[in-house]
């Protein structure tokens, strides 16, 4: 199931995928709105266009497993951008 153009969960995967290419933006803007001390129910509010009070659980999981893979981004990700010359 999906949400806009967002899946439930990106896919599980050790390397950079297309849905990972599309969604560059998003995951810096969930680091950002991480290291400025967001609420998640804003941020998935915001990002996602999920409504947190309506199904808190679905929107918790939408939010930290994005976060989870932008912080993967950073971590082993970017090599694979690096690699191919992305800019």
Same mark, same amino acid.
């Given at each position: =199931? ?17 849905? !990972? ?17 967001? !609420?998640?129910?804003?941020?998935? @509010? ?17 939010? !930290?497993? @994005? ?5 993967? =981004? ?5 090599? @694979? ?7």
């Amino acid at each position: =199931m999906s949400t806009g153009i967002f899946e439930e969960e990106p896919p599980a995967s050790h390397t950079l995928t297309e849905y !990972d290419r599309t969604h560059l933006k998003t995951y810096l803007r969930l680091l950002d709105a991480e290291a400025d001390g967001a !609420d998640w129910q804003e941020v998935v @509010h915001v990002l996602f266009g999920l409504n947190p009070a309506a199904d808190p659980d679905r929107a918790r999981h939408m939010h !930290d497993t @994005h976060l989870a893979r932008a912080r993967w =981004m950073t971590e082993h990700g970017y090599r @694979h951008l690096l690699r191919e010359g992305y800019h």
